[in-house]
């Protein structure tokens, strides 16, 4: 009704047809193997060149998405009348497999240990562990490691039946018998047969890892001619040079205590006897 200034009005009819709205469909997978991010998006529309926004982005016609994380997820469309429409859809998580392995842990040469490898895979799991040399299996969750040899890191890899994995590693360290000379003379041409000490063999990587926990020399009297503790392996004071209070010490036998911290072995104790000559 339209009403003009001497009051006179008229009426007339007319529609507002409203806007169609126009329909879309989504296809997505979800992640394939956890923490993998390769979710994706697949966007299908009856009509070309609409417009897109993922998750507050900017609009664009953008109508595929790979190596989406998991979560939730809001598409927005706008359609021909540029009027806003959404999606909502989530990218889920894969199944997360978990493995526990035994602590590191430290073994003389020539011991045994049962290696307990702990998952929640429970079909055909496949496992593998590298390297192979000194265990019973390499196959097996549960192999026994012969320590005849010295292999310092074992990587233990399980696979699902998805083929997803998921690899650990095992740090073994190794005791070995010290060499400790039975002779040494402060005369001696050879630099290294000049004092008293003792060796751990060059191919362990972790000498630094041992303390000395205490290093003694007695003579035969039972008094103490040397004795240094808590040092490492490479401490210059270390080594017994043959004297007794700045005065050089008597030709003959002498008894030496040694107790090594290793890296989780504690108070190991060596005992002998080694001759002065001079």
Not at 76 to 85: I, P, Q, T
Request: aromatic share 12%; net charge negative; proline share 4%.
């Amino acid at each position: 009704t339209v009403v003009d200034d001497f009051g006179c009005e008229t009426e007339g009819n007319f529609t507002i047809n409203s806007s169609s709205s126009i329909a879309i469909d989504v296809e997505t997978t979800d992640e394939t193997c956890f923490g993998a991010n390769d979710g994706t998006l697949t966007i299908f529309s009856p009509v070309a060149n609409l417009n897109y926004s993922l998750n507050g982005l900017s609009f664009n016609p953008q109508t595929t998405y790979d190596n989406l994380q998991t979560g939730a997820y809001t598409l927005r469309y706008l359609d021909d009348n540029n009027c806003e429409n959404e999606v909502l859809f989530d990218i889920n998580s894969a199944f997360e497999i978990f493995v526990n392995l035994p602590e590191d842990t430290t073994l003389c040469l020539g011991d045994s240990l049962r290696l307990i490898a702990q998952t929640n895979v429970i079909n055909n799991p496949v496992f593998t562990w590298t390297p192979p040399l000194g265990l019973s299996c390499d196959d097996c969750p549960n192999p026994i490691i012969l320590a005849d040899e010295i292999i310092e890191q074992y990587e233990f890899k399980i696979v699902d039946e998805m083929g997803c994995e998921i690899t650990k590693g095992l740090d073994i360290k190794y005791i070995t018998e010290p060499y400790i000379p039975n002779i040494f003379s402060p005369n001696s041409l050879d630099e290294r047969n000049q004092s008293f000490r003792f060796f751990i063999g060059d191919h362990l990587s972790f000498t630094d890892e041992i303390l000395v926990k205490s290093f003694i020399v007695f003579d035969r009297w039972g008094q103490v001619v040397h004795k240094v503790s808590n040092i490492n392996l490479d401490d210059p004071t270390l080594a017994w040079k043959g004297y007794i209070r700045d005065n050089k010490a008597t030709s003959g036998v002498y008894i030496y205590q040694i107790v090594l911290d290793y890296y989780s072995a504690k108070n190991v104790t060596y005992q002998g006897a080694v001759t002065l000559v001079n």
